[in-house]
């Protein structure tokens, strides 16, 4: 009877154990399956993983009456060679190669003595200067002009009336993490009802990916509009295109009233903070182009945007329709994916970009067409969600009135169409 018992015990555990190794199986097949799932499919694929970048010096450069400095976030300068005592010629170094064509500088310069001085710009042998240089003095950006910015063949030099009082000269307007963060919480705080934020995760050096998300009421089973930008940090023309294109939808009025009782926006205003606080052409800390990774998300930025995209979607049991990823280039231009037919709104790009051509004079849309081939978040969004997806790109050196006339007008068009479509 004894032996009867024990063999009763023995078997009733044999059970609960199998159970259990089925149980544990089951999940880690379950994660494999989901992280295999995840991962999306490109024709080209490109390694991601980690490279060493150069981090520069932040040493003041002195030769006794003028200065140098970059001892400040999105700063950028190598070296500094005195050529006399009115000029010098300043060399730029990307973070890590290879890299594409787009050398960001960024730098202050002072004088103990009044004078006018010259900078000469210079980079390495495959680059040649981009962007035409902005001067920030006593708070005040300027673009320089023909008087002040010369170009010889393949030399371009600066001039500046220097003083006491250090001027600031960079390829772009600098608008560094806490510049974001600190637009981030004016907008958020003039409409705290309609705005959400939250942190998607971390970059590689520890700075917060902030997400705004908006919608009215509950957030369940509304269609989402995805917005992100500064994947490269130099490109400032498009995040002052996706600044104003969210701030046009967060306007009180019908359209948006109406708008955000059927849809949700989340927005990602900085995805690689740490790039753009340490002045780098394109990548991000862990040398990467950001833009390259939407396939594996080796690189934190990219896979906390993903993380918090697709957790969003299973927990509200919405989706996502759209995504406008802002960028910068030599022109305006919307890259397009040409597969539409099973997106959500197939018909959206054509509706969109022939509403902007009706609502701004004299303007023509620049789409460029092709499906993805290498993993960008363009491709993704078709990739992964069905959804729309578009590259907003914007020139580097188109005027601030245009950018705000054709973000504002692309945001209210937009909005019309998706509540139409409904």
């Not at 509304?222 to 500064?230: D, F, P, Q, S, Y």
Request: proline share 5%; net charge neutral; hydrophobic share 40%.
């Amino acid at each position: 009877f004894d032996l009867f018992i024990i063999f009763i015990y023995l078997y009733i555990m044999s059970l609960k154990l199998f159970k259990y190794f089925i149980c544990e199986f089951l999940i880690l097949v379950s994660l494999i399956s989901c992280v295999h799932e995840s991962h999306i499919e490109f024709d080209t694929g490109i390694d991601t993983k980690n490279k060493p970048i150069n981090y520069l010096n932040k040493d003041k450069i002195s030769n006794g009456t003028v200065s140098f400095s970059s001892n400040f976030l999105g700063s950028r300068l190598s070296e500094v060679t005195y050529l006399n005592d009115s000029v010098a010629s300043v060399f730029f170094t990307p973070e890590n190669e290879p890299i594409n064509s787009s050398p960001y500088f960024a730098f202050e310069a002072s004088s103990i003595l009044p004078k006018a001085f010259y900078f000469i710009f210079k980079y390495p042998e495959a680059y040649s200067h981009r962007y035409i240089p902005k001067i920030k003095k006593q708070g005040v950006w300027n673009i320089s002009d023909s008087l002040t910015y010369i170009i010889t063949g393949e030399e371009h030099k600066l001039r500046i009336l220097l003083d006491q009082t250090p001027v600031t000269i960079a390829a772009q307007k600098i608008e560094s993490s806490v510049d974001v963060k600190e637009w981030i919480y004016a907008l958020s705080k003039a409409n705290p009802t309609l705005f959400h934020r939250a942190i998607a995760g971390k970059s590689k050096l520890g700075k917060n990916i902030e997400v705004l998300d908006l919608y009215k009421g509950s957030p369940l089973k509304k269609e989402i509009i995805v917005l992100l930008t500064r994947q490269h940090p130099p490109e400032i023309s498009g995040y002052y295109a996706f600044q104003t294109f969210l701030s046009q939808l967060t306007k009180i009025n019908s359209l948006n009233k109406e708008f955000f009782e059927k849809y949700r926006i989340i927005a990602f205003p900085l995805i690689n903070p740490d790039g753009v606080d340490l002045g780098h052409w394109r990548h991000n800390a862990g040398g990467v182009d950001l833009n390259r990774d939407w396939s594996l998300y080796r690189q934190p930025e990219v896979k906390a945007v993903v993380n918090y995209i697709n957790k969003e979607v299973k927990k509200s049991k919405g989706k996502v329709v759209i995504g406008l990823d802002f960028h910068s280039t030599w022109n305006d231009v919307f890259y397009t994916n040409t597969s539409r037919e099973k997106t959500t709104y197939p018909n959206f790009e054509k509706d969109w970009f022939e509403a902007l051509e009706s609502k701004i004079p004299n303007y023509k849309v620049n789409e460029k067409a092709s499906d993805s081939k290498t993993p960008t978040s363009k491709g993704w969004f078709l990739k992964a969600h069905n959804a729309t997806g578009i590259t907003f790109e914007i020139g580097d050196e188109t005027p601030i009135e245009s950018i705000n006339l054709i973000a504002s007008s692309a945001a209210i068009e937009l909005a019309q169409l998706l509540i139409n479509y409904n």
